[in-house]
């Protein structure tokens, strides 16, 4: 870790976890479980770990969807078999791109999209809440451009008439949709056949 200039509490921190859990799964005087030793393999630029059999084995041609380079095996029963995957971070003006611009950065996800996946960082207090579900500024969110928006699901989305790409959840009233931001200050919109879907918002991460 000192090689890679990685502290305990960096690690921590992107881990989710306290430094001094991560000190205690170092200094062995707990063990993680499998999934966490991947997930800190991965962190600091290693491949994860998985018990197979050499037979089992095959070569995995190919990437997953937008080059979210999936960490997989194919077991000899051929199924695929998900680690982790690292899903690019994209600006607010990359998400209609179908290429990952070079050197965008990557962060780790246990999710494995039905589409195109990527994470945004939140921009703006639109989505956040004075109580219940908030997604504040500065968030990472993983979005999934193969799920189907249905209500209470968040979404990124853009309507006809403008070029702004907003990230709100997707409500029925009285037969009518609409994007409302969590934030009740501001004002919800009217969801209509002409408004593009960009993506579902599966699952949220907040790095300090």
């Known amino acids: 870790m000192r090689d890679i200039n990685l502290t305990q509490e960096k690690l921590a921190e992107r881990l989710g976890y306290t430094q001094g859990a991560v000190g205690h799964w170092l200094c062995e005087r707990r063990q993680p479980k499998l999934q966490m030793i991947n997930q800190i393999l991965v962190e600091v630029g290693f ?20 080059n979210a380079f999936p960490l997989a095996v194919t077991g000899a029963d051929g ?3 998900e680690l982790y995957f ?3 971070l994209l600006s607010w003006d990359d998400v209609d791109l ?5 050197g ?19 921009e703006g207090d639109a989505m956040t809440a004075p109580m219940g579900l908030s997604v504040p ?17 968040l979404l990124i989305a853009r309507s006809a008439d403008s070029t702004a790409t907003v990230f709100r959840q997707l409500i029925e009233e009285g037969g009518q949709r609409y994007l409302k931001p969590l934030n009740p200050t501001y004002p919800k ?3 209509t056949e002409q408004t593009q879907v960009l993506g579902v ?6 790095k300090f």
């Open 201 to 206: 918002v599966v699952q949220a991460l907040i």
């Open 79 to 81: 199924q695929r078999h």
């Open 104 to 122: 965008a950065e990557r962060q780790a996800s246990d999710y494995a999209a039905q589409g195109r996946g990527y994470w945004l960082r939140v």
């Open 137 to 153: 500024q500065g968030m990472l969110i993983l979005v999934d451009s193969g799920i189907a928006a249905e209500p209470g699901k």
């Open 189 to 191: 919109a009217l969801f």
């Open 86 to 88: 690292r899903y690019p």
């Open 47 to 66: 491949p994860p770990l998985q018990m197979v059999y050499p037979h089992q084995l095959r070569e995995n041609s190919g990437v997953y969807e937008a």
């Open 98 to 102: 179908t290429e990952v611009p070079e």
